[in-house]
């Protein structure tokens, strides 16, 4: 097919989720019909971040979009359905830390370097120059283009609908798509823009900005000689993946590249502020010595994880306060631009891997085609809010939930202080509570692709 005949779908943002939406369009293409332009604001793809779960959901999506072989010898273990501790939880607020419960599914949690991860994603784009991806559809790559505005050309044609929109960038010239994808994360000027032309949309000033959850997270990555000189035998040098609880803050380690780094995510409740907004940056550096005043008496086991953390990084956790439309006209929010979370479940990526295969797998199929009707748009937002605001609100709510427990806030903890005794079975059942959270990690997202194919192949229920 040729490029003008081709359905032309703009991205905006290269992060995991914008990335994986364009090599998930490519897999799935398999009528060659789609012509993708990638706009990134930054410069460069950078690969930033240092650990990220990805669970055995996502790994199926991720080996359905081809990134099986490549991304294998990258995990922490080598992907199986086996019982895996995900995290052993300890009690950590105090001089003697102890185990409380072994956290655990089937699968576990593969680790990687997120690096690593944009860095296959962004290997397996189908852009011309590509020595690893099997194009089938189109795609160009626009490097400093930074979204400013969106516009819909009224088309009075044959079908009477919206037609394409014109988008309008900082600095370059204007481009056409057919489709418009926000995959521009937590600040997202596409949501903005989006949310401003919905009907009523005083409805949704509170989904403009993202809201500030009270909680502050910590991260650094910890070379492994390292912590062997600063704690001989440190538990994290030979564990799958630990977790301090204690009172209104916790840790979470886990190896990444291959077991030569330990990623380091520590969590504090900072009740100094009483607000839902973050003033100034949401991502600072700070001395070490911050982070060993956050953890003062913890165990010794925290306290040689921090000595090592030569560059910790200081991050405002915030999230958006579950916005239940993510489509609508030709426009798709997709991953943190849609449903930004807090990362106590490690699943805000995952989500989004999801709503990028489910929406390229309804794009590709052979109903969609170039000129796109209102009637066949209208179709495609109905179904991707329908098969992704519930699970989405559903795994926002839940890692909030999820925070309260490992962060010992849930209830039956209120008379409990930074370093108390607390009785064991109050402990156990707050880890239980979070196993529980974690037992979707190994459901089959087979199931909800399908049933958004089956929705669109019989629309009755949508329409
Ligand atoms: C501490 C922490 C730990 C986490 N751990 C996990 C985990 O283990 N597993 C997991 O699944 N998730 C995890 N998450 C969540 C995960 O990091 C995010 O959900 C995910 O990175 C979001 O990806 P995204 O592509 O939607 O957005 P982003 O990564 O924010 O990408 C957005 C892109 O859009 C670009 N952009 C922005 N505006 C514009 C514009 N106007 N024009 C053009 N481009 C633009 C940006 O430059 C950026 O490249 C964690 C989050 C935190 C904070």
Same mark, same amino acid.
């Given at each position: ?114 690096? !690593? #991860? $944009? %860095?296959? /994603?962004?290997? +397996?784009?189908? *852009?011309?120059? @590509? ?94 000689? !390292? #912590? $062997? %000189?600063? /704690?001989?035998? +440190?538990?994290? *040098?030979?564990? @799958? ?94 991953? !943190? ?6 990362? +106590? ?119």
């Amino acid at each position: 097919m040729s490029h003008q005949e081709r359905i032309r779908v703009a991205i905006i943002g290269a992060g995991v989720v914008g990335l994986t939406f364009a090599v998930a369009l490519n897999a799935l293409d398999k009528d060659r019909k789609i012509a993708i332009d990638l706009y990134e604001a930054a410069p460069e793809l950078a690969e930033i971040g240092a650990g990220i779960n990805v669970w055995p959901r996502s790994w199926e999506i991720l080996k359905q979009i081809g990134l099986g072989d490549a991304l294998i010898p990258l995990f922490d273990h080598h992907p199986d359905l086996e019982p895996r501790v995900i995290f052993g939880v300890r009690k950590g607020d105090q001089k003697d830390g102890f185990k409380i419960h072994d956290v655990t599914n089937y699968g576990g949690a593969l680790r990687i370097h997120r690096a !690593d #991860l $944009q %860095k296959s /994603l962004m290997e +397996h784009l189908p *852009l011309p120059d @590509s020595t690893v991806a099997d194009i089938k559809t189109l795609c160009t790559l626009h490097l400093s283009y930074r979204l400013l505005d969106y516009t819909q050309t009224t088309n009075t044609g044959s079908s009477g609908g919206s037609g394409p929109l014109t988008l309008h960038f900082a600095g370059k010239p204007s481009a056409v798509c057919d489709i418009l994808i926000g995959a521009d994360g937590i600040k997202s000027t596409v949501r903005q823009l989006f949310l401003s032309r919905l009907p009523n949309p005083q409805t949704y000033e509170r989904f403009l900005q993202p809201v500030w959850s009270g909680l502050v997270a910590y991260r650094g990555l910890v070379a492994k000689e !390292d #912590l $062997q %000189k600063a /704690l001989p035998g +440190h538990r994290a *040098l030979t564990h @799958s993946g630990l977790m301090y609880s204690g009172k209104s803050r916790y840790a979470v380690v886990y190896p990444v590249s291959g077991g030569k780094f330990i990623n380091v995510v520590a969590i504090v409740h900072d009740k100094s502020k009483d607000t839902n907004v973050w003033e100034g940056p949401w991502k600072v550096d700070v001395p070490q010595t911050e982070l060993f005043e956050q953890y003062a008496g913890w165990d010794e086991e925290i306290q040689a994880l921090i000595s090592c953390i030569k560059e910790p990084t200081k991050w405002a956790l915030q999230s958006l306060d579950n916005l239940d439309v993510f489509a609508k006209g030709r426009v798709f929010l997709m991953g !943190d631009s849609a449903h930004a979370m807090l990362p +106590h479940l490690g699943a805000g990526a995952t989500v989004g891997i999801e709503d990028a295969y489910i929406l390229a797998s309804l794009l590709t199929h052979p109903s969609t085609s170039r000129p796109l009707s209102t009637q066949h748009v209208n179709l495609l937002t109905n179904i991707y809010n329908t098969v992704r605001v519930p699970p989405a609100i559903a795994m926002s709510k839940s890692s909030n939930e999820t925070g309260y427990f490992c962060n010992l806030e849930a209830s039956g903890f209120e008379g409990y202080m930074e370093g108390d005794d607390i009785p064991m079975n109050l402990l156990v059942g707050a880890a239980h509570a979070v196993e529980r959270n974690w037992s979707w990690t190994t459901s089959d997202p087979e199931e909800d692709r399908q049933r958004a194919v089956t929705l669109l192949e019989s629309p009755r229920a949508v329409l």
